[in-house]
């Protein structure tokens, strides 16, 4: 990670982080800014479900969600995130 170290650094400085915190908090914002449309698409269905809202909503939720990305992800109709959910 050392192309990170001034992020790290400047965490430090600006937060009551250590090293290492600060070096955690990058990798863990990295990997979910990494994270395949596919498996964001998936995950939030089952964060969203688990709250009780119905496919239609999700999937709205979700293809707005995916929009605002860092990096968008193309635009999914609702049946393109139905199959990467169901198959």
Do not use: C, K, W
């Amino acid at each position: 990670m050392a192309s990170h170290d001034e992020l790290i650094a400047h965490l430090v400085r600006s937060t009551p982080l250590s090293p290492g915190e600060a070096a955690r908090v990058v990798a863990d914002v990295l990997g979910y800014f990494a994270e395949p449309a596919g498996d964001f698409v998936r995950r939030r269905h089952g964060e969203l479900q688990a709250r009780g809202l119905r496919n239609e909503q999700i999937f709205d939720q979700v293809a707005a969600e995916l929009a605002r990305r860092r990096v968008p992800a193309p635009e999914y109709s609702a049946r393109q995130l139905r199959r990467l959910v169901y198959g």
